[in-house]
């Protein structure tokens, strides 16, 4: 193999597990030793710069990072970094002062934003303090898009989510609320230097096919439709025996809201079995915890309707088969299986749906009538134009959705500048060694046994009650220091100079998880077999030194690597130290 | 700060057949300088008690005083330890083989312990054939009261503050050989490929087994001009030729072409495999093992593998017909057998 270039940022950002697989490349490690720190405000802050939304995501985020997380891959389970950033939310002092104070000079630009979700609110903070004049148009009464329609309260107190739209609107950002944007050619029409189009993907799917679909209209709804009518308070009871069809997000907050809304014996049933189902393992305990059964294997045939009265909806049982790889669901033969309802949740997904853009505006729509938008620059085919969020390649979540505004508002500033959407910025990276003595580092090297903390649930009884009341406690400060100091601290770096290196062996005798080996040089899939410990985690690369004195090359496999600093304490010759790698996405500007 | 090693290691760690994984046979966390030759030493006697399937409980390590005597400590941590006085493991040794034959007993000393004070315990260990493996660390000096010479240093070798050694060293191996050692061996801690079979034979063995591994002493005998430091070593290493240890039970897949390959059985069944041989010389004559010793001395080398084999020797046991029990497990009818037994006894002196 060839010698691996460190001074490319990309690979040790890789071996920031978590960093890595953020869509926002939040550096996790980084506030997760300022909590253990208790420095809230500085990990806050570090949090903001990235996600933008601390304190919604530390409640809700799909958390891509937990099933990356290096710990996942040496014992149970990852680090809880969703939560520690609550932590870091709850606990914070003053953050203002550290934001963009404006007002900010007028650069001469004018910016549209359609949809007042994470992803145009991301935009609006990149873009703000560099001079732009931004209109947000939204056709709710507030910001924060799905984060305020469909997330229920329970796992997101509205003051949490007011508090953090309200940093960025604060940046002096001009707000159309209640204002449907029905046109985009007379958006264009207007002297809006760009527009970003953060809609979101606001149509739920139906089963209009489903006999009894009509008749029992009134007691069945669409649950993302529902989800909103609830959270602006146009809904506020339910029947007490309630189906939700469907098994990912949506239906997870559809069952667990009709529990507070008077439902009293509510059933999630779902077509697939229960290991497949899109929600969190997280959220189906969480249901399950809620007296919500998941009755799984079950299509929905037809809604039962007597005397116009929805009755309930027959069901088929099937069973998953493997055929040639790919799973079928094959009826079991057995008789229907009636199950009663007084209401009926359809929560099947979501779509995407640009009724206001006019096809004549100069904006392509693929056969699927999705737009076409650049995956790197997010431009679509009109240059004045890109997309962000769920509305640009559909349905994805609030992280996901600040990583597009943060990429949408490069390439917006760009295009106001006249300058090539291709020339992104590159990272921030900066290496520094940790070394303050012979067994002393600037970070905790120690690595702690304790398992997971899981984070404590208020009483069942009052969550029920109440639809607002938050059902998750968050970490106590002591808690979060807990769990915070099982990070392994990914980010500091075991960084490897040959010239140095004597060969003695000092750092493969001591490395805990075998991660060193000395050995002749060979093509990668022969390396990884010869390793000491085979290395056979592919997604994870082997660090690779330029030949020894002795022909031979170091090889690191970096796949579980405690980052316990014991090679490094152990080197005679410092040939191994421990680098700080921080590594920040470049925003706009 | 980092004085325990974390708990975790790597999840696909191999198992062996007692079921234990490697870190089953760890010890504590050295205190040896950084980069000590004697840790690398250490971690090849715990891959060779994990790869030998060593009930921890059945062996008992042995050692002197030195950095080298300290090593017991940082491995198999399951198993008996006795941490002796200067230059007397040989003697603990020999005791506790005596009270117990079926334990392994692996006796670790450094040049000091055994070629300066210890010579007197050395010489006589050998003679008597103690079924035991002796390791000696050598690092051609006192590592412990910081680096002084040791017997073992070579005439002319630089000490790190720039003295050059006037006297003639002692050649363990030649030595061992010459005293009619029953497995003699040399190995260099930075090469654990052949470090780690000659370790298994070693404890496979049935009689005393010495090896002497040449093991930098990072601190005080690294320096150039030192004969003993990583870089003279390496430079002037001359392996005798493969090696390869099959234990009994092992089937043996790889076809050897005769002269290319030479197996040894040995005493339990395990079968020593020896690649491409010197031509001069064959590891079970005396003779020619002396004389490789010898040339390898006259050409400034050091000459590594198994150097000297003689499988048909007695030990201590065999030539003194003791009883075949662990002395702690005889009661008192097996101690004092009775007027009966004394009788018989007294008879056949009249
Ligand atoms: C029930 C449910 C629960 C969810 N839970 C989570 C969760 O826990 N964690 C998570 O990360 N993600 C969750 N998601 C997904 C997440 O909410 C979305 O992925 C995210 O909000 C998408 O952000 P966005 O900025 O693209 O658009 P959105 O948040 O969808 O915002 C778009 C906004 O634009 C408005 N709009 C649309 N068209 C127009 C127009 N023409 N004129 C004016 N306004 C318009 C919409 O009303 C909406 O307010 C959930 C989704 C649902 C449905
Ligand atoms: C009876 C006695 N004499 C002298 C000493 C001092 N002493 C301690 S270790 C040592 C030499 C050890 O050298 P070696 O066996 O080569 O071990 P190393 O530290 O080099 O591994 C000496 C002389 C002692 N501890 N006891
Ligand atoms: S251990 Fe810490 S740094 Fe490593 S992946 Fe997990 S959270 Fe990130
Ligand atoms: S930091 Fe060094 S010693 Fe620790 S696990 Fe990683 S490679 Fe091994
Ligand atoms: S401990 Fe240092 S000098 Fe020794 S082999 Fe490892 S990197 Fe090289
Ligand atoms: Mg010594």
């Given at each position: 193999?060839?010698?691996?270039?460190?001074?490319n940022?990309?690979?040790?950002?890789k071996?920031?597990?978590?960093?890595?697989?953020?869509?926002?490349?939040?550096?996790?490690?980084?506030?997760?030793?300022?909590?253990?720190?208790?420095?809230?405000?500085?990990?806050?802050?570090?949090?903001?710069?990235?996600?933008?939304?601390?304190?919604?995501?530390?409640?809700?985020?799909?958390?891509?990072?937990?099933?990356?997380?290096?710990?996942g891959?040496?014992?149970?389970?990852?680090?809880?970094?969703?939560?520690?950033?609550?932590?870091?939310?709850?606990?914070?002092?003053?953050?203002?002062?550290?934001?963009?104070?404006?007002?900010?000079?007028?650069?001469?630009?004018?910016?549209?934003?359609?949809?007042?979700?994470p992803?145009?609110?991301?935009?609006?903070?990149?873009?703000?303090?560099?001079?732009?004049?931004?209109?947000?148009?939204d056709?709710?009464?507030?910001?924060?898009?799905?984060?305020?329609?469909?997330?229920?309260?329970?796992?997101?107190?509205?003051?949490v989510?007011?508090?953090?739209?309200?940093?960025?609107?604060?940046?002096?950002?001009?707000?159309?609320?209640?204002h449907?944007?029905?046109?985009?050619?007379?958006?264009?029409?207007?002297?809006?230097?760009?527009?970003?189009?953060g809609?979101?993907?606001?149509?739920?799917?139906d089963?209009p096919?489903?006999?009894g679909?009509?008749?029992?209209?009134?007691?069945?709804?669409?649950?993302?439709?529902?989800?909103?009518?609830?959270?602006?308070?146009?809904?506020?009871?339910?029947?007490?025996?309630?189906?939700v069809?469907?098994?990912?997000?949506?239906?997870?907050?559809?069952?667990?809201?009709?529990?507070?809304?008077?439902?009293?014996?509510?059933?999630?049933?779902?077509?697939?079995?229960?290991?497949?189902?899109?929600?969190?393992?997280?959220?189906?305990?969480?249901?399950?915890?809620?007296?919500?059964?998941?009755?799984?294997?079950?299509?929905?045939?037809?809604?039962?309707?007597?005397?116009?009265?929805?009755?309930?909806?027959?069901?088929?049982?099937?069973?998953?088969?493997?055929?040639n790889?790919?799973?079928?669901?094959?009826?079991?033969?057995?008789?229907?299986?009636f199950?009663?309802?007084?209401?009926?949740?359809?929560?099947?997904?979501?779509e995407?749906?640009?009724?206001w853009?006019?096809?004549?505006?100069?904006?392509?729509?693929?056969?699927?009538?999705?737009?076409?938008v650049?995956?790197?620059?997010?431009?679509?085919?009109?240059?004045?134009?890109?997309?962000?969020?769920?509305?640009?390649?559909?349905?994805?979540?609030?992280?996901?959705?600040?990583?597009?505004?943060?990429?949408a508002?490069?390439?917006?500033?760009?295009?106001c500048?006249?300058?090539?959407?291709?020339?992104?910025?590159?990272?921030?990276v900066n290496?520094?060694?940790?070394?303050?003595?012979?067994?002393e580092?600037?970070?905790?090297?120690?690595?702690?046994?304790?398992?997971?903390?899981?984070?404590?649930?208020?009483?069942?009884?009052?969550?029920?009650?109440?639809?607002?009341?938050?059902?998750?406690?968050?970490?106590?400060?002591?808690?979060?220091?807990?769990?915070?100091?099982?990070?392994?601290?990914?980010?500091?770096?075991?960084?490897?100079?040959?010239?140095k290196?004597?060969?003695?062996?000092?750092?493969?005798?001591?490395?805990?998880?075998?991660?060193?080996?000395?050995?002749?040089?060979?093509?990668?899939?022969?390396?990884?077999?010869?390793?000491?410990?085979?290395?056979?985690?592919?997604?994870?690369?082997?660090?690779?030194?330029?030949?020894?004195?002795?022909?031979?090359v170091?090889?690191k496999?970096?796949?579980?690597?405690?980052?316990?600093?014991?090679c490094?304490?152990?080197?005679?010759?410092?040939?191994?130290?421990?680098?700080k790698?921080?590594?920040?996405?470049?925003?706009?500007? | 700060?980092?004085?325990?090693?974390?708990?975790?290691?790597?999840?696909?760690?191999?198992?062996?057949?007692?079921?234990?994984t490697?870190?089953?046979?760890?010890?504590?966390?050295?205190?040896?300088?950084?980069?000590?030759?004697?840790?690398?030493?250490?971690?090849?006697?715990?891959?060779?008690?994990?790869?030998?399937?060593?009930?921890?409980?059945?062996?008992?390590?042995?050692?002197g005083?030195?950095?080298?005597?300290?090593?017991?400590?940082?491995?198999?941590?399951?198993?008996?330890?006795?941490?002796?006085?200067?230059?007397?493991?040989?003697?603990?040794?020999?005791?506790?083989?005596?009270?117990?034959?079926?334990?392994?007993?692996?006796?670790?000393?450094?040049?000091?312990?055994?070629?300066?004070?210890?010579?007197?315990?050395?010489?006589?260990?050998?003679?008597?054939?103690?079924?035991?493996?002796?390791?000696?660390?050598?690092?051609?000096?006192?590592?412990?009261?910081?680096?002084q010479?040791?017997?073992?240093?070579d005439?002319?070798?630089?000490?790190?503050?720039?003295?050059?050694?006037?006297?003639?060293?002692?050649?363990?191996?030649?030595?061992?050989?010459?005293?009619?050692?029953?497995?003699?061996?040399?190995?260099?801690?930075?090469?654990?490929?052949?470090?780690i079979?000659?370790?298994?034979?070693?404890?496979?063995?049935?009689?005393f087994?010495?090896?002497n591994?040449?093991?930098?002493?990072?601190?005080?005998?690294?320096?150039?001009g030192?004969?003993?430091?990583?870089?003279?070593?390496?430079?002037?290493?001359?392996?005798t030729?493969?090696?390869?240890?099959?234990p009994?039970?092992?089937?043996?897949?790889?076809?050897?072409?005769?002269?290319?390959?030479?197996?040894?059985?040995?005493?339990?069944?395990?079968?020593?495999?020896f690649?491409?041989?010197?031509?001069?010389?064959?590891?079970?004559d005396?003779?020619?093992?002396?004389?490789?010793?010898?040339?390898?001395?006259?050409?400034?080398?050091?000459?590594?593998?198994?150097?000297?084999?003689?499988?048909?020797?007695?030990?201590?046991?065999?030539?003194?017909?003791?009883?075949?029990?662990?002395?702690?497990t005889?009661?008192?009818?097996?101690?004092?057998?009775?007027?009966?037994?004394?009788?018989?006894?007294?008879?056949?002196?009249?």
């Open positions: 193999m060839q010698p691996t270039d460190i001074k940022p990309e690979y040790f950002h071996v920031v597990d978590c960093q890595y697989a953020c869509p926002a490349h939040t550096p996790v490690p980084e506030y997760i030793r300022l909590i253990s720190q208790e420095k809230y405000t500085e990990a806050y802050m570090i949090n903001w710069e990235s996600n933008v939304f601390p304190g919604v995501l530390g409640r809700t985020c799909d958390r891509p990072c937990e099933p990356a997380c290096r710990r891959r040496i014992e149970e389970e990852p680090v809880a970094i969703c939560r520690l950033k609550r932590v870091a939310a709850d606990n914070k002092g003053e953050v203002k002062p550290f934001m963009p104070q404006g007002p900010f000079s007028f650069n001469g630009k004018k910016i549209a934003l359609v949809g007042g979700g992803a145009s609110l991301t935009v609006a903070r990149d873009l703000a303090p560099l001079g732009y004049e931004i209109h947000l148009f056709e709710q009464f507030k910001g924060g898009g799905f984060m305020r329609s469909q997330i229920p309260s329970f796992r997101l107190p509205e003051s989510l007011d508090e953090e739209v309200n940093y960025i609107l604060d940046l002096g950002i001009h707000t159309h609320f209640n449907f944007v029905h046109s985009m050619e007379e958006l264009l029409s207007q002297d809006y230097d760009a527009v970003f189009v809609t979101g993907a606001p149509k739920g799917r089963l096919d489903l006999p679909r009509n008749e029992g209209a009134k007691k069945i709804h669409i649950g993302i439709n529902w989800l909103a009518n609830v959270a602006f308070e146009h809904t506020t009871n339910i029947g007490k025996k309630v189906i069809l469907g098994g990912g997000n949506t239906a997870m907050d559809c069952c667990r809201t009709s529990r507070r809304l008077g439902g009293e014996f509510v059933k999630v049933v779902v077509r697939s079995p229960y290991s497949e189902m899109k929600a969190s393992p997280w959220e189906k305990e969480d249901a399950m915890h809620e007296d919500i059964p998941i009755v799984d294997n079950h299509v929905p045939i037809e809604f039962v309707v007597k005397d116009g009265v929805l009755k309930g909806l027959n069901f088929e049982k099937v069973t998953p088969i493997f055929e790889g790919k799973r079928k669901l094959v009826p079991t033969g057995e008789p229907l299986v199950i009663e309802a007084d209401d009926v949740l359809i929560a099947i997904g979501q995407n749906s640009f009724p853009i006019e096809r004549s505006a100069g904006i392509d729509f693929d056969k699927w009538g999705m737009p076409v650049d995956t790197l620059t997010h431009a679509s085919s009109h240059p004045k134009v890109f997309f962000g969020g769920d509305s640009a390649w559909g349905p994805k979540n609030v992280i996901t959705a600040v990583a597009h505004g943060h990429q508002a490069i390439s917006m500033d760009l295009f500048r006249n300058l090539p959407l291709t020339q992104r910025p590159s990272p921030f290496l520094v060694s940790q070394k303050m003595g012979l067994h580092w600037a970070y905790e090297s120690d690595v702690v046994n304790d398992v997971r903390y899981t984070v404590a649930q208020a009483d069942k009884k009052i969550t029920l009650s109440n639809r607002k009341t938050e059902v998750e406690l968050g970490f106590t400060k002591h808690e979060g220091c807990k769990e915070a100091e099982r990070c392994l601290n990914c980010d500091i770096q075991t960084v490897f100079v040959e010239d290196c004597i060969e003695c062996d000092a750092c493969v005798d001591i490395c805990p998880t075998t991660c060193i080996t000395f050995i002749d040089n060979a093509e990668e899939d022969e390396l990884r077999q010869l390793l000491n410990m085979p290395a056979l985690n592919t997604s994870q690369d082997l660090y690779v030194s330029a030949p020894l004195k002795t022909k031979r170091m090889v496999d970096e796949d579980v690597c405690l980052h316990c600093g014991l490094a304490e152990r080197c005679p010759t410092s040939a191994w130290d421990m680098h790698f921080l590594y920040e996405v470049t925003k706009a500007g | 700060m980092t004085f325990i090693k974390p708990k975790f290691r790597h999840p696909d760690l191999p198992t062996n057949k007692l079921g234990y490697l870190s089953y046979y760890e010890g504590a966390l050295s205190t040896l300088c950084a980069g000590c030759g004697h840790d690398s030493i250490s971690a090849a006697i715990i891959q060779s008690a994990f790869e030998m399937n060593i009930e921890p409980h059945k062996l008992a390590k042995l050692s005083i030195g950095c080298s005597s300290k090593t017991p400590a940082y491995f198999l941590s399951n198993s008996h330890g006795f941490n002796s006085v200067h230059g007397r493991m040989p003697s603990v040794a020999t005791g506790a083989n005596m009270a117990n034959k079926d334990l392994i007993y692996l006796g670790v000393s450094g040049d000091g312990d055994t070629a300066s004070i210890g010579m007197g315990q050395f010489v006589h260990v050998i003679r008597r054939n103690l079924k035991m493996i002796y390791i000696v660390m050598n690092n051609g000096c006192y590592g412990l009261t910081k680096g010479d040791s017997a073992t240093a005439n002319g070798s630089i000490s790190k503050s720039g003295i050059v050694n006037q006297f003639q060293a002692i050649d363990l191996c030649g030595l061992a050989i010459e005293l009619g050692a029953t497995f003699v061996a040399q190995s260099f801690s930075g090469d654990k490929k052949q470090l079979p000659l370790i298994k034979a070693g404890m496979a063995h049935n009689g087994a010495f090896i591994v040449i093991s930098p002493c990072v601190t005080f005998n690294n320096n150039k030192s004969t003993k430091s990583y870089d003279f070593v390496r430079d002037h290493l001359e392996a030729g493969t090696f390869d240890f099959v009994e039970m092992e089937e043996i897949t790889t076809n050897y072409e005769s002269g290319e390959k030479h197996a040894i059985k040995l005493h339990d069944g395990s079968l020593l495999q690649n491409k041989l010197d031509n001069e010389w064959d590891p079970l005396r003779f020619s093992a002396m004389k490789a010793v010898h040339q390898a001395r006259e050409k400034n080398e050091i000459i590594t593998g198994l150097l000297y084999l003689n499988q048909k020797a007695m030990d201590l046991h065999e030539l003194v017909n003791t009883c075949d029990r662990p002395l702690n005889l009661k008192k009818e097996d101690l004092c057998p009775g007027n009966g037994v004394l009788a018989v006894i007294n008879a056949g002196l009249r």
